[in-house]
Nanobody, 117 residues
Framework: QVQFVESGGGLVQPGGPLRLSCAASGSISTLSIMGSGWYRQAPGKQRELVAGITRDGRTNYVDSVKGRFTISRHRAKNTVYLQMHSLKFEDTAVYYC?????????WGQGTQVTVSS
């Protein structure tokens, strides 16, 4: 079982940047081979994949964030990042990290991102 702790969320104005971090802990064998993804859930909506990075470094983004968000990781720290630029109102959501491309059933608390003027 891998556990995830997300951080870095907050209140930001439209057009602003924010960087999220996710620390993963658990089975070393799992951490070393898994891909990682950022997901988000807006009020009244289903959770959706935002960005993913495979174990060999390939990245994938939902169309709505392409060119604005960048996923990266630091393997030695078991940490995954989501750098967000040009934030929009519709990016407001709770952001979670989990395995990618298939999320596990274990979700962290997430981190709230609110884009508001």
């Amino acid at each position: 079982q891998v556990q995830f702790v997300e951080s870095g969320g907050g209140l930001v104005q439209p057009g602003g940047p924010l960087r999220l971090s996710c620390a993963a802990s658990g089975s070393i064998s799992t951490l070393s081979i898994m891909g990682s993804g950022w997901y988000r859930q807006a009020p009244g909506k289903q959770r959706e994949l935002v960005a993913g990075i495979t174990r060999d470094g390939r990245t994938n983004y939902v169309d709505s964030v392409k060119g604005r968000f960048t996923i990266s990781r630091h393997r030695a720290k078991n940490t995954v990042y989501l750098q967000m630029h040009s934030l929009k109102f519709e990016d407001t959501a709770v952001y979670y990290c989990n395995k990618y491309p298939t999320a596990s059933q274990y979700w962290g608390q997430g981190t709230q991102v609110t884009v508001s003027s």
